[in-house]
């Protein structure tokens, strides 16, 4: 019902920066060491058929110095999230800690 009514009559400017803030501040907030700076990146993924990209950018982002978090998502409709096409990986393990 809130998508349909900000879909129907929009958002002013304030709304948006506070729906924004909201949402950032609702779950664990991660920080990362200050030797990291610089090198944190991330690749999001709104999903869809065939979407392999994370698979295959992550691991080539952290060979080159990178710091990729890949917070992932699960369960997107029928394709499935990024922990989903891990875990299809026998002996892949995706309960990581956050120092993992």
Request: aromatic share 4%; with cysteine.
């Amino acid at each position: 019902a809130m998508l349909m009514a900000i879909w129907q009559k929009g958002m002013v400017p304030e709304e948006v920066e506070t729906l924004t803030r909201e949402m950032m501040s609702s779950g664990e907030v991660m920080s990362w060491p200050k030797e990291w700076a610089g090198l944190v990146v991330d690749k999001h993924s709104t999903g869809g058929v065939g979407d392999k990209v994370s698979l295959v950018l992550a691991p080539a982002l952290a060979a080159c110095g990178c710091k990729v978090p890949m917070i992932s998502g699960r369960g997107l409709a029928h394709t499935g999230g990024t922990l989903d096409k891990l875990e299809s990986i026998p002996g892949f393990n995706i309960h990581q800690s956050a120092a993992q």
